[in-house]
Every structure is written in structure tokens, then in C-alpha cells.
T-cell receptor
């Protein structure tokens, strides 16, 4: 039973560029959430997708956008990259109920030069 | 507003010692959920436990146990007879009942030395 898978594992970009990160949820899960984890900090909620729509959003600028596909996989897009966007980006999947635990992938390490 | 405080930034113990990781939360909601996650160096957050606000019964799973006390807004995690493989960063997290967002603490780095 495959867990949450994310790609790529590592990514290096320069300021001003755009990036797309990908996530496949755990089998049977229909909800995907994205988190940003800066070094030495806890993960911060970016947004959650359910039924191909953004269901809830955290305190992140519009440069952060996402998409969910009919097969429940998801993408996180970040435009106009800033040095401060360097972080580990974690994808989590769950069943749709608000009380369901979220299961995380290994993350994508994004470095901005 | 929700907040999770993990006052212990780092803890170092010797193998076989018991260790307790503290978690204090703040929320105005009556329905909420508390979680603990483990993050080994690989980066993946591993789900350990979920408790809802109406269930204060303590839970034990092998060497792991959790103590939930609403009176002190705490949800502490104890590892009995720690092992080197327990070395990781542990996060406590809170979610409001009608919400989908997890609010994490800053984590506690646990190092178990042989």
C-alpha cells in the first residue's frame, strides 16, 4: 500500500523563477493538504484541496497556488520565488472528514539561490 | 486563535531512560483534535496518535503513552525505555473541529544516545 509520494525530492531555483511540486495521495485518500516547513520550525499550513477545489487556505500570498486532479493527485505552484521560500514542502493526504488524521510524504526540499 | 507550545527545544537521554515530551495548547473551541507526529531525519512526518477533546482517557501503545489533561490544556507524550531509533523531532499539533488546518508546535528534538 503506497503512502504519500512527492516529487521531486530536491529542487534548486533562483529568485523570480516559478516552481511546481507534485503529490500523489495515499491510496483511498481524496483530500490533499500542503505545508511549508522552514528549518527548525513546525510545518505551516498553505492550503487544502478536496473535490478539485481549494477548501481552506492559510496565511500565504497568492504566489502560492495549487491544483487537484480527478485522480486526487495535486500540484503546488509557487511564482516569483523569493529567498524566503526556501523550505521543505510537505504534502499530506487524508479522508475528507475534518477529524481524519493527515498522512505526510517525505517532502520536497526547495532551495532558492 | 490556536496555538501549540512545545517548550522543550531539545532533549538528550541515554538509551533505556524514560522521557516525556510536553505539549501545551490554546484554543477557544470546545471541539478540537490533538495529534503527535514523529519526524526522523528523512523528513517524513509519521502520524502517532489523534485524540479528540471529548476523550480524556490516556492511551498506551507499546512503549508510547499519552496524557491528555483539559484542565491544564496539555497533551504530553512519554516514551518508556527509550531506544536509539526514537531519535527524531516530535511535533504536537492541534486542529479545530470544523477546520482542516493543522497547527503545529515548533517541535522537540529528541536524541537517544547508546
Amino acid at each position: 500500500d503506497a503512502g504519500v509520494t512527492q516529487s521531486p525530492t530536491h529542487l534548486i531555483k533562483t529568485r523570480g523563477q516559478q516552481v511546481t511540486l507534485r503529490c500523489s495521495p495515499k491510496s483511498g485518500h481524496d483530500t490533499v493538504s500542503w505545508y511549508q516547513q522552514a528549518l527548525g520550525q513546525g510545518p505551516q499550513f498553505i492550503f487544502q484541496y478536496y473535490e478539485e477545489e481549494e477548501r481552506q487556505r492559510g496565511n500565504f500570498p497568492d504566489r502560492f497556488s495549487g491544483h487537484q486532479f480527478p485522480n486526487y493527485s495535486s500540484e503546488l505552484n509557487v511564482n516569483a520565488l523569493l529567498l524566503g521560500d526556501s523550505a521543505l514542502y510537505l504534502c499530506a493526504s487524508s479522508l475528507s472528514g475534518s477529524n481524519q488524521p493527515q498522512h505526510f510524504g517525505d517532502g520536497t526540499r526547495l532551495s532558492i539561490l | 486563535a490556536q496555538k501549540v507550545t512545545q517548550a522543550q527545544t531539545e532533549i538528550s537521554v541515554v538509551e533505556k531512560e524514560d522521557v516525556t515530551l510536553d505539549c501545551v495548547y490554546e484554543t477557544r473551541d470546545t471541539t478540537y483534535y490533538l495529534f503527535w507526529y514523529k519526524q526522523p531525519p528523512s523528513g517524513e512526518l509519521v502520524f502517532l496518535i489523534r485524540r479528540n477533546s471529548f476523550d480524556e482517557q490516556n492511551e498506551i501503545s507499546g512503549r508510547y503513552s499519552w496524557n491528555f489533561q483539559k484542565s491544564t490544556s496539555s497533551f504530553n507524550f512519554t516514551i518508556t525505555a527509550s531506544q536509539v531509533v526514537d531519535s527524531a523531532v516530535y511535533f504536537c499539533a492541534l486542529k479545530k473541529g470544523s477546520n482542516y488546518k493543522l497547527t503545529f508546535g515548533k517541535g522537540t528534538l529528541l536524541t537517544v544516545n547508546p
